[in-house]
């Protein structure tokens, strides 16, 4: 059975334009929603094709109802196990790019990363970070001057999967840290926002 949702207010963020933007976010949300709940089709009202031609005929006549706001985004994030053996140790490694990043998302993540190094004072991250995309996207990434910026910043790029790599018995082992929910849900790497973990791989420790 395909467990279907209808997501109302979403669009309004992206100006209900389904542009690269709104791309990438619903490609990152589908791989949470998909390995956190088995959502296996979502519409978002006013944005994505069926839900801006048909509207409000695909809500089944009395549907459930879930409210997500940041009292309730919190309690989930919450409510995360820590898998580490030693909950307080420093993280060896940080997995960003689970599904892979697109193009515009390894730019930004660029500028995010070089941002929060000039507010922490430093040159280079302080945990082994790790962008991963398609080979076809960091072909073109390694054209563009970010690269080398991401180099010289000590952050490195990859087409491995995140979920792979971490399902090696010894690799499983290690703390790993991510922004990934599905990295999250299916190994022991311990999840962080984009703002949290920007801060940790530039300014060292655990939160």
């Known amino acids: 059975m395909i467990l279907k949702q209808n997501i109302k207010n979403l669009g309004y963020y992206f100006n209900n334009k389904l542009d690269n933007r709104a791309k990438d976010y619903l490609k990152d949300m589908g791989a949470a929603t998909a390995s956190n709940g088995a959502v296996g089709l979502f519409h978002v009202e006013g944005l994505t094709p069926e839900a801006k031609e048909m509207g409000e005929e695909l809500i089944v006549e009395n549907p459930n109802i879930y409210i997500i706001d940041d009292k309730e985004l919190e309690r989930v994030k919450s409510s995360y196990p820590i898998m580490w053996k030693d909950p ?3 993280p060896k490694l940080c997995f960003i790019g689970c599904p892979h990043l697109s193009l515009s998302q390894l730019i930004q ?30 072909e073109e990434f390694r054209k563009l001057p970010e690269a080398e910026e991401l180099k010289f910043m000590g952050v490195s790029i990859s087409y491995i999967c995140p979920l792979m790599y971490m399902n090696n018995p010894l690799c499983g082992k290690m703390p790993v840290i991510t922004n990934s929910n599905k990295l999250r849900t299916y190994t022991t790497s311990r999840y962080y926002t984009d703002d949290e973990l920007l801060e940790i791989i530039t300014e060292g420790g655990s939160r």
């Not at 929060?116 to 962008?131: D, G």
């Open 88 to 90: 307080s140790v420093k």
């Open 109 to 138: 993540w660029t500028e995010n990363i070089k941002t929060y190094l000039s507010r922490a004072n430093k040159q280079r991250v302080i945990i082994p970070t790790v962008l991963t995309a398609s080979p076809s996207v960091l």
